[in-house]
């Protein structure tokens, strides 16, 4: 693709921003040389850290945003005061038509209250889901949500469990994707009354989708089911347990082969090895999660991720752009509704017995 293609950035979201936002511009340009950014934020920080680097001025426009939205705020009191904020700004642009899409490192809650005012959901979806994919034993696999809605009903997760299918199908190339609801226990009995009455909806209505049952925390990584659908408070914990697990494990590798001269010229040897492992477990490979159910392109990108991790982000942003995504997803979804007769009223009927 060589036609220029622009993305917003919140240039002040996130823990290292904005010079973890800048120095993962200057990487995703050499991956994405047509891509073209919106830098908004405070236009004298930003303005000098730009112009002091032509890697950046040739591809950056700062748009200046006086306001910031800190991590601690409610997502209440960013939509009341952050109407000059970068985050709501950046998404602006998307709804605008100025951008083709956007990425944030900063408030989850407060980006996805405020992609939802602005840009809306798609017909029949209630809330936008934070979608991701990670690594697993049989490849990779799609899980949402991870963290836009901490709180979820049965309507919401059989919402969920459609647009993670079709995720898979559009993003992963899967022709029939396996759905699974994240549970403690894989019996009927197990889980809570709303995992229950999701999982009966599941399996009774006419949804043309692939329900495989309750699946655990470990079938994440076993890879059991292509997609593992969750509310945002279970799902988030999820992801940071497993990225946590992949530092530790990688801390006990280093440890390991640095404990003797013996074992450090073993290491020499399996160096190429380990280096495969540890890039195929890296979190800021993965780094860059969409929020499914938006009107517009909208990434998320982890707070703590550096430079590297939020390239993949812009990455994410670029791909889901040139491919059409958000089209396809409108698309899909509305195919999937009419197989199953169910629209958005329909399935909360169903939801609720």
């Known amino acids: 693709m060589s036609a220029r293609l622009t993305l917003s950035l919140d240039a002040m979201g996130g823990d290292q921003a904005p010079d973890m936002v800048l120095k993962g511009i200057k990487i995703a340009r050499t991956r994405h040389p047509h891509a073209h950014y919106l830098l908004h934020g405070n236009e004298a920080v930003l303005g000098p850290m730009v112009e002091r680097d032509k890697t950046l001025a040739e591809v950056c ?3 200046h945003a006086e306001g910031v939205v800190g991590n601690d705020e409610k997502p209440s009191q960013a939509l009341r005061r952050g109407r000059d904020s970068s985050l ?4 602006q642009s998307v709804k605008e038509g100025e951008a083709a899409g956007m ?4 408030n989850t809650g407060a980006f996805m209250a405020m992609a939802k005012l602005s840009l809306r959901t798609l017909p029949g979806i209630d809330r936008p889901a934070i979608a991701a994919m990670m690594p697993t034993q049989r490849g990779d696999l799609v899980m949402l949500d991870l963290g836009a809605n901490a709180e979820c009903d049965a309507d919401n997760l059989v919402q969920f469990a459609i647009m993670g299918e079709v995720f898979a199908r559009t993003v992963l190339g899967l022709e029939k994707p396996t759905i699974g609801l994240l549970n403690i226990g894989t019996e009927d009995q197990k889980g809570t009354e709303t995992l229950r009455q999701t999982s009966a909806i599941l399996k009774t209505s006419s949804l043309p989708i692939r329900f495989h049952g309750f699946v655990e925390g470990d079938d994440i990584g ?8 969750t509310d945002g408070f279970t799902g988030n914990v999820a992801l940071k347990a497993i990225e946590g697990t992949s530092k530790l494990y990688s801390a006990f590798i280093r440890g390991a082969f640095e404990s003797s001269i013996v074992t450090r010229l073993g290491y020499l040897l399996v160096r190429s090895a380990v280096n495969k492992v540890r890039a195929r477990v890296d979190p800021r490979r993965y780094n860059g999660a969409m929020f499914l159910g938006l009107n ?4 998320k990108s982890h707070g703590g991720t550096d ?3 939020f390239a993949n982000a812009v990455g994410v942003a670029v791909d889901l752009v040139s491919h059409g995504f958000n089209d396809t997803i409108k698309g899909e979804f509305m195919k999937v509704q009419r197989a199953s007769g169910l629209d958005a009223k329909g399935l909360e009927e169903a939801a609720n017995g």
């Open 61 to 63: 426009d700062i748009r």
């Open 103 to 106: 990425v944030s490192a900063g």
């Open 307 to 309: 430079p590297l991790g």
């Open 296 to 299: 517009g392109i909208a990434v």
């Open 222 to 229: 076993k890879g059991t089911v292509d997609v593992v659908v």
């Open 88 to 91: 709501w700004q950046a998404i």
